[in-house]
């Protein structure tokens, strides 16, 4: 209802396109779905229409695969739903799907034009998912920041407990929050923005 109201307030048309997407939907199966969407028989985006891809991880990985291969470049906008989409999947400039043998094993290389972090999409999160967001910041602090590293040593429960301080209302903690998730995503670009197509394999963070 939120994402309508917005965009019927700016004048803009939505078509909307809800899409399963669990680690068994990381198929090409799924590419070719969300392809079929795009295409005249869906929505018919053009070239330089951005698409705007809400959702978690594999979410981010099989729909920027699918702008990817629409016309041969289509632009697409990421909202990161989960604490990963945010800080990891959402802002990688690889796209990618599982093969029949490999986990991401097919794919290229399309960074969004842009990714939005919104933190109240963490509060509808099954405390687990918020752990595993956890996990992927913590290796960052430990690869690249120590100040980040001690942010979690000293707030990582209760931004657990809290989903990132959207429960409970503490104005203090949702700075940390901010403060935790900005470091983060320097982190994780400041590795990726200089290496955005692999042609080295020094990636600390993700070894």
């Not at 963490?122 to 595993?132: A, M, Y």
């Not at 203090?172 to 990726?192: G, Q, T």
């Amino acid at each position: 209802e939120a994402i309508r109201k917005y965009f019927e307030y700016h004048e803009i048309s939505l078509e909307l396109y809800p899409c399963r997407a669990w680690e068994s939907d990381k198929t090409p199966a799924t590419v070719n779905k969300i392809l079929s969407y795009l295409g005249k028989d869906g929505s018919d985006v053009s070239r330089n229409e951005p698409v705007l891809v809400m959702g978690g991880g594999v979410l981010s990985d099989v729909a920027g695969l699918a702008c990817a291969l629409q016309h041969r470049r289509t632009p697409y906008v990421m909202i990161g739903t989960t604490v990963i989409a945010a800080i990891d999947a959402g802002p990688s400039p690889r796209t990618c799907t599982n093969g029949s043998q490999f986990k991401n094993s097919m794919g290229v290389y399309h960074p969004p034009v842009l990714t939005l972090v919104d933190r109240t999409f963490f509060r509808t999160l099954e405390t687990g998912h918020v752990r595993h967001g956890m996990s992927e910041i913590i290796k960052m602090a430990v690869t690249d920041d120590p100040v980040l590293f001690e942010l979690m040593e000293q707030y990582g429960a209760r931004l657990v407990e809290t989903h990132f301080a959207t429960l409970g209302g503490d104005a203090e903690l949702s700075e940390i929050a901010d403060e935790v998730i900005y470091r983060a995503l320097f982190s994780y670009m400041k590795h990726e923005g200089t290496n955005m197509f692999e042609t080295y394999q020094d990636r600390p963070h993700a070894r």
